[in-house]
């Protein structure tokens, strides 16, 4: 896991010049990052809201009202403005880059780039759900930690393995070899998955912690819904996580 960050800041370091473009390129990952965060304070709302809502004053109704519609369509709009706006900042990125590059090198440092900028974001995702866990349960997002940490040593595992074989394809197409696209592909979505599917089962293991600490009383209802929700998200995050690496890892085999 750590030999995994370590590349991915190196390679961040070589697409992005140093100055303004290292620091908006940390930006558009903390926006990306901020964007689950958003969505779950939106769900307690909305489950604080329909839970409790008959006892409380119409006003204060009204009031959490407005913040769920405000909250959920500004995450709409800034999800949107994040991932268009990485067109253009590579663009300047890439055009401030005074190195001498072919065309086809130009195509795969835009692959990498992009997949550079989805795999940052939705790894701070994961640790920006897991930290948020810590306002509704201790406990449970203690456990959550654990299995965030144990799939992401394995995602490293597999992100290594997937880089090496895709330096060489690299090398057979070079010495003019045969590589199929369905040995090409078929490797990457074979690891994109089997790390989506591991995820998966750690998933399911702490969706029956959740509902033991619900009965028992450890968690309330209105924070096991989130924590559902969020669990639901994280799932989709680490699904997202794996398919960017293995994408990243065919991107960086084919340009530097």
């Known amino acids: 896991m750590i030999k995994m960050f370590t590349m991915l800041l190196s390679s961040s370091k070589l697409l992005v010049p140093k100055g303004k473009y290292r620091w908006q390129l940390v930006l558009l990952v903390m926006i990306g990052a901020a964007i689950p965060v958003t969505e779950l304070l939106v769900a307690k709302l909305f489950t604080d809201l329909v839970i409790a809502g008959s006892s409380k004053p119409l006003s204060e109704i009204i009031l959490q009202l407005a913040l769920f519609a405000a909250l959920f369509v500004s995450t709409r709009t800034i999800n949107y ?8 900042f590579f663009d300047k990125a890439f055009g ?35 930290f948020f866990f810590f306002a509704l349960s201790p406990l449970f997002a203690a456990l959550n930690m654990l299995l965030v940490l144990i799939v992401l040593q394995v995602m490293g595992v ?11 394809f690299v090398e057979k197409k070079r010495a003019k070899k045969e590589v199929t696209p369905a040995e090409r592909l078929g490797s990457r979505i074979q690891q994109a998955e089997f790390g989506t599917l591991l995820a998966s089962f750690g998933v399911v293991v702490l969706l029956g912690v959740l509902i033991w600490f619900s009965l028992d009383g450890v968690v309330s209802l209105s924070n ?19 398919s960017s690496l293995m ?5 960086k085999a084919n340009s530097f």
């Open 224 to 242: 096991t819904i989130v924590l559902f929700l969020g669990l639901r998200l994280q799932n989709t995050t680490f699904s997202s996580v794996s």
């Open 96 to 130: 401030a880059d005074t190195r001498e590059k072919s065309k086809t090198k130009e195509s795969w440092e835009w692959a990498m780039g992009l997949e550079l900028v989805n795999v940052l974001s939705f790894l701070t995702q994961l640790f920006v759900i897991a």
């Open 81 to 88: 403005l994040q991932k268009t706006y990485r067109v253009k």
């Open 247 to 251: 994408r990243f890892a065919r991107a």
């Open 158 to 168: 597999l992100f290594k393995r997937q880089l090496k074989k895709q330096r060489g």
